[in-house]
């Protein structure tokens, strides 16, 4: 990648160090500084100039003090931007480029590949054919995984990248994991979400009156209508959705209680689950390493959080809702009879 960290930023950055200590330091002073810490030589000319240019760019409030001539921020929580220096904006673009990999195979990719390679840090063009990820093993110490998702045909992308953009009733053929053959769906497409691993629509059923999340990789046969439709203010899911569970949501909001102890009890200390959470510990249930912990939280997603609280195995259990718990004892009972 060929970007420069000019010795003009370089400068900017140390003068503001320097100021920001709140030492008050004259103008010799601080070029002598910048020498000598920070391996810089400019000029008396230079220096000023850095100064005027910092106020009026980037609306630095320096100021020199009356008794001291000593230079420092009328407001002492001011801070000059960072700038990109070779090594983070080459990180920079190596973490973008990692996170568009995830999707790529699909007509988003390239749309994203060329917004991307039309930005610049700090006036330096970046494009994705000159950013080279070594496959050492130190250069593969941020990366991001997850389960894989299936291939989602070009024609579809191109047929829902229209519909999103104009607006329009789209209609196809679904199978959903309940049904036992495949139906037709009518529907108003309001969001794409990527979510582990699969591309998920957001979307609003005419036919059922109500919002409906589908698999891309399970459409089949789909059509662009000439209906226009209206897109609400609330389409958005994340204002629809309270709770960390993926992108499954329902329009019933439950407050949840479920005990953890072991290890689950200790990764889910780590996490925002729902609403109005709290953790507190579980004196009558302290399972066998005697941490046992008390999660309640709001949520309108009980169904991810039915296969999460049976993910734990033995060490989680629900106390509240009733439809948590009921599905949990039947989950039990299913095992139970399998293994008799």
Not at 48 to 77: H, M, V, W
Not at 95 to 103: G, N, P
Not at 120 to 140: F, G, T
Not at 287 to 293: H, L, T, V, W
């Amino acid at each position: 990648m060929s970007i420069d960290f000019t010795e003009k930023a370089k400068r900017y950055q140390a003068i503001d160090e320097i100021i920001a200590s709140g030492r008050k330091l004259k103008w010799n002073q601080i070029i002598a500084e910048l020498y000598e810490r920070y391996d810089i030589k400019t000029s008396r000319t230079s220096f000023f100039r850095d100064i005027e240019e910092l106020c009026e760019k980037y609306a630095a409030p320096i100021d020199t003090d009356i008794e001291t001539s000593g230079y420092f921020y009328t407001d002492p929580k001011y801070r000059l931007p960072r700038f990109y220096t070779d090594e983070n904006a080459a990180k920079a673009a190596k973490l973008i480029k990692t996170l568009m990999d995830m999707v790529k195979g699909n007509p988003l990719y390239k749309e994203a590949q060329e917004v991307f390679e039309s930005l610049s840090i700090e006036n330096h063009d970046l494009a994705l054919e000159n950013i080279r990820i070594s496959k050492k093993p130190e250069n593969d110490r941020i990366i991001f995984v997850g389960a894989p998702n299936k291939e989602v045909p070009a024609g579809i992308w191109r047929l829902l990248d229209k519909a999103l953009s104009e607006n329009l009733v789209i209609t196809f053929d679904y199978q959903s994991l309940t049904d036992k053959k495949p139906s037709s769906r009518r529907v108003q497409p309001w969001q794409l979400i990527f979510d582990n691993g699969n591309w998920n629509l957001h979307a609003y059923d005419i036919v059922k009156k109500g919002r409906r999340r589908y698999s891309l990789s399970e459409i089949k046969n789909l059509r662009i209508t000439k209906e226009i439709f209206k897109l609400p203010k609330d389409y958005d899911f994340r204002k629809m959705t309270k709770g960390s569970f993926g992108c499954m949501c329902h329009d019933k909001y439950l407050d949840y209680k479920i005990h953890l102890h072991g290890y689950a009890a200790r990764s889910s200390k780590n996490r925002i689950w729902g609403e109005n959470q709290r953790i507190i510990p579980d004196r009558k249930n302290p399972g066998p390493e005697k941490d046992g912990i008390i999660l309640t939280f709001t949520s309108n997603q009980l169904f991810a959080i039915q296969s999460w609280v049976w993910k734990w195995a033995d060490e989680a259990f629900p106390i509240e809702p009733k439809e948590l718990v009921d599905d949990w004892k039947s989950r039990r009972e299913k095992v139970v009879r399998i293994i008799i």
